[in-house]
């Protein structure tokens, strides 16, 4: 690494390929080189910035290299602008709608025979008054979402409509490559409506009807959906007690009153996810019955003074390695992992695909990362000087008001507020992490299930060995 003067120069083809700047951030790149006190090689040079003359001739060749990325910009842009207002196409066909295509040669748009079924689609709105996207997408064999977009599109009635663009920032993956730019809303003058196609697809008129009738459609979903009340306290902090990973919740069958059971399912043992992780051994839970031993746990365990003063010596006393919930072995890995992100982060920089300040702020939460492990690795995190008295009234406080209020979300707030995370086994809550002292619950007589007020599982299996 440059900065870390782990070496003396850096070969390049020629500047460009090092940098080509958007902005004058982009320069501190070369500060970089100064401050390490490291060559830059190029076919035909060797620029040293410690040097007046590295710095100047540094610095007027990366300015050069900067306009011709504008000029190659600007023209190429141009161009673009200019074919989409005279109604051609300046892009690959993959980015035309469903049954639309344009013919190089003759240089129009025109519609091919998979344009049927979204004619269908819009009958099937207009006539039938026919709005669930379920069913639309039953008769037509398109997928759902993919309607939600082609019912709204102009090129149906012949028009083609450019009101959006791509955004100025960088972006870059989590592995240090570059993503595309995010699309953004053109401005009132920017945006381009051109008819190209004489014979649409659809009528304006039935095109205005769909419209009308989609949004009246969406509005009521709106108004339905804001009033569910229905709230899952366990999602965003219940964790399966076996393998650590999320637990997910699903609905189950219909029960004889016709409304569905949910139950909390390990990430490991979700449809999606359960081929290639092998499953889990934790068995599915009933929602009511997870919910109920959660809000037991907080309103009458996490208020009552003794019992909490005794959770958190225990977990002071046994605060250690172990607290983390990874084994040495878990913990190289991920030092491993991030060094190499750290290492593609640091390429991508080299090669111009982000600016200095988008790199220190993709590099600092590795750097965090990565001290953290380091600890982790060599170190048993200290607990002398915890206010033991401190902490527990904070959490009986807020225990307490858990248990004055009666509105699910209200009460999903508190227990958010109060818990990282919650382990289950199965119906029993075995560790829970409060703010960033892992708390492990490892006296049984700490330990809260939905036995505890005469309920069962209803699943008739025992639970199984850890």
Known sequence: MVWAKDVDGVVVADLDRLMRPDNFADYQLLQVFEDAG???????????????EGVFTGSVRAAFAALELRLIKTRMLGAKEAQRKAGKCPSSKITLPRGVEYDRETETFRYTNDVLPVIEAFRL?????????????????????????????????????YDQKRGKEKYASDRGRQSDRRKVARDEDEIIDVLVIQEPAVSLACFQRVQKALGETHGRWVRKRTS?????????????????????????????????????????????FKKNS?????????KDHLDATLRKFTAEHLSNVPTLTAIVEHAIRSHGARATGATIGDVDGKLK????????????????????????????????????LDRTRHHTPRVDGLDVEELV??????????????????????????????????????????????????????????????????????????
Do not use: W
């Open 125 to 161: 709105v207009d006539e039938e008054g026919i709005a669930n996207y379920a069913e639309l997408s039953r008769r037509t064999g398109i997928q759902s979402r993919t309607l939600f977009n082609l019912l709204r599109n102009k090129i149906y009635v012949g028009r083609r409509v």
């Open 38 to 52: 490291a060559t830059l090689y190029s076919a035909d040079s060797a620029t040293d910035f410690s040097t007046g």
């Open 337 to 372: 992992e991030l060094r190499r992100q750290q290492r593609r982060l640091a390429v991508a920089f080299a090669a111009g695909h982000m600016d200095l300040q988008l790199f220190g702020e993709l590099m600092a939460p590795l750097r965090r990362d990565l001290a953290a």
């Open 278 to 286: 092998g499953g889990c051994e934790m068995r599915s839970i009933r």
């Open 393 to 466: 009234r904070l959490i009986v406080c807020g225990a307490k008001a858990f248990g004055r209020i009666t509105e699910p979300a209200d009460q999903k707030q508190i227990i958010q507020q109060l818990f990282c995370e919650v382990r289950f086994m199965h119906d029993m809550i075995v560790s829970f992490k409060l703010q960033a002292q892992f708390v492990d619950v490892g006296d049984p007589a700490l330990r809260t299930n939905s036995a505890d007020s005469g309920r069962h599982t209803g699943t008739g299996s025992s639970r199984r060995r850890a």
């Open 228 to 272: 569910n009340t229905a709230v899952n306290l366990g999602v965003g902090i219940a964790r399966c007690g076996f393998c650590g990973e999320r637990l997910y919740c699903s609905s189950g069958k219909r029960t004889g009153g016709g409304s569905r059971l949910g139950y909390y399912v390990c990430k490991k043992n979700y449809y999606l």
